[in-house]
Every structure is written in C-alpha cells, then in structure tokens.
C-alpha cells in the first residue's frame, strides 16, 4: 500500500475527529494512526527513505501531525473520563441523611468469662485446669466413685444413657478426678481444677437447664485435712466475690467424699441481713466438697493410709448468676446477643 504524505495524513485526522465520540471511538481513532500500522507510525518508518538534508524538517512536520493528535486524544480523554465519572457518580449516589445500620459487635459469653476467672484464681495457686470427655464410662461417672451399680444415688442425677448401661452423658465432672488420678499412677501433688459441660435430665424450671456447667476440684497430698479445703474455698470466694464475703461449710452426704459439706457464702448483696438474692437467709449455697472417700483414692491406684485429698464442684452457672445477677440459667446458652450485651456492660461498670 502507497503511504500517504504527512498532508493527506493531516487532513485524514481531521476528518476522523468527528468520528470520535466515546471512549471506545477514541481509542480506534488512536490505533488508527498510533497503532503498530497506524498512519503516523507509518510516516515516522518512511524517515529513513528521505534524503539526509530533509530528514529534519520531515521529522518535524510528522512531530507536528503527532503533536495534534495527541493534544485532541488528552484532551476528548479526559472529557469522556470525567463523564463517565459523573454519569457513575450520579447513579451511585449516597442519600447521606439516611440513618446508618447499627453494627452488632460480639460479645465474649458470660459464662466462659466467669470460668476463666475461676481458672486464673486456682492457677495463682498451682492448680492444674484439665479437660475430660463429655461423653463418659459409667465406670468413672459412678462406679469409681463409690456409687455402684443399683445404688440409689444415682436416680438423683436423671442421667443421659447413650449406649445400654455403659456409656452415658456425664451427669458430672466429677469423673475426671477419677481420670485425673489414674493419670498420676499415685504420684502427688494432684491439684487441679476442671470446669466443663453436664448434662441431666431435668429442665424443669428456670433454675435448671438439662445442660450445665460444673468446675471441679481435686487435691491429693500427704496430710491434707478439711481445714485446707476451707482455706482454699475461703481464698477464691473473696477473689470472686470480693474481700468481705464470708465462707460456710455444711454437713452433707456424697458418695465420692467423707465428710462431705455444702459450700455457702454469706450474701455479698445484703451482707447477711437477708434478701431475695439468698432467700432471706443470709448465705448462698456454691459448690459440694469434701475429703475424697478412702474408697474412691484406692480405686484410683492412691493408697488412703498415704495420701488425703480433698474435692469440689462448683456449679458455674450458680457462680455467674451471683457474680452478674442474672436469674434464669437459659440465657447464657442464649445466643440473643442483646442480653450478652447487657451482661458485657454490667461487668465494665
Ligand atoms: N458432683 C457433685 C454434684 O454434681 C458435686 C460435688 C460434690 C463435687 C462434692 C465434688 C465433691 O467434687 O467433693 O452434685
């Protein structure tokens, strides 16, 4: 194809900027005379067949073509840009007097807060905070706790059965002591703690649920007398509940302990003179203990004449109601993250 001259170039341009209307026209018109065959790329290729002595003044007349075109590019460039923008703008646009969406922040669940309260207390004084399977052996959940089969303790604990006799639901975390101390093969000291799920039968008002939280203890050493239980017990009932809160201990009857107690403390909300909170009566009932059974020690492969040790269970939902005065048990498996929300502030008051 014969080039054309710079002229007809020229001319040819201006013809073809009215051909230019939108971006997409745009850019045809600039691989039309830019491209790799475009028509000022061509003349620029054809500087090598002009005579030395023309070659500059050639170069300046393509420079001047190159020079139009791209004066009217930039400038059809940034028109049709700036439209786009604004056509954009306008469709797109925020009605900023429109109220704004609430963002709904998680909060931490209440009742994890208060076990992991629970635990740093006992780890400041050298207990261990273990796990155990929710999913138990009679064996550990009973049996080697001194509560045989037949024996009527266990009707008291409306147990979840999964497979025939053996395999239930723990009604308890108490068979993780059991575990705990097969796990030590006698060795001492055993100090530990472990919060973790139940699950009993009952659901039958708003104190129970048919899922629950308990927080057991265990201490095994030499010597160890019900004086070091209530020591300890006093300890973490002030670091929870504060410095004036009195602790009590109650005769009372399990199976896996002897003595066994009930574990009150005097009502931090009336300071004893008798309120809803404790029923009047001045002390709030929180947790069974007692000194492990003989028969439950030497079960676990611990030699009573030896050792001593003492045991716990807290029951978790019990603590966080008193430390947050909360009165129905259901909401803290509530995922209504409203009521999380009232608790999360009552704790930064
Ligand atoms: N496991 C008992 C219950 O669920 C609570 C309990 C009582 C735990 C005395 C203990 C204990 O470790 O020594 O009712």
């Not at 500087?47 to 009217?72: A, H, S, Y």
């Not at 050298?126 to 064996?139: C, R």
């Not at 629950?212 to 050493?221: P, T």
């Not at 201990?249 to 003179?273: A, H, L, W």
Request: negative net charge; contains cysteine; aromatic residues 10%.
């Amino acid at each position: 194809m014969e080039s054309k001259s710079i002229e007809e170039v020229k001319e040819l341009m201006e013809k073809d900027k009215g051909s230019v209307v939108d971006l997409k026209s745009l850019n045809d018109f600039k691989v039309k005379y830019l491209g790799k065959k475009g028509l000022i790329s061509e003349l620029n290729s054809l500087i090598k067949n002009i005579p030395n002595e023309e070659k500059k003044e050639f170069g300046q007349k393509v420079n001047e073509v190159r020079n139009l075109f791209n004066d009217f590019y930039e400038e059809k460039k940034s028109k049709f840009e700036t439209a786009l923008l604004n056509d954009r703008l306008s469709r797109e646009a925020i009605d900023i007097s429109l109220p704004a969406t609430k963002i709904v922040t998680g909060a931490p669940n209440i009742l994890e807060k208060l076990v992991e309260e629970v635990e740093s207390v006992f780890m400041s004084m050298g207990y261990d905070v273990v796990d155990g399977p929710e999913i138990e052996y009679d064996k550990y959940n009973f049996e080697m706790l001194n509560i045989p089969k037949g024996h009527p303790a266990r009707d008291a604990q409306d147990t979840f059965y999964l497979e025939g006799e053996e395999i239930l639901l723990r009604s308890q975390t108490s068979p993780v002591q059991v575990r705990t101390m097969l796990e030590g093969k006698g060795s001492v000291p055993i100090r530990m703690i472990c919060p973790g799920k139940t699950y009993r039968r009952d659901d039958d008002d708003a104190t129970h649920s048919h899922q629950f939280m308990q927080i057991e203890g265990l201490l095994v050493d030499k010597d160890i007398s019900l004086s070091d239980l209530k020591g300890m017990i006093d300890v973490v009932m002030k670091k929870l509940f504060g410095q004036d809160v009195e602790s009590r201990f109650r005769p009372s009857y399990y199976q896996f302990t002897e003595p066994s107690v009930e574990v009150d403390i005097s009502c931090f909300n009336c300071k004893g003179s008798g309120c809803n909170i404790c029923k009047k009566t001045g002390w709030i009932t929180v947790a069974g203990a007692g000194m492990v059974h003989p028969n439950v020690l030497s079960m676990s492969g611990y030699d009573p004449k030896v050792w001593s040790g003492f045991a716990f269970g807290f029951g978790a939902e019990r603590l966080a109601m008193l430390k947050y005065d909360i009165n129905d048990l259901r909401v803290f498996y509530n995922t209504d993250l409203r009521e999380v929300k009232i608790f999360d502030r009552k704790e930064s008051e």
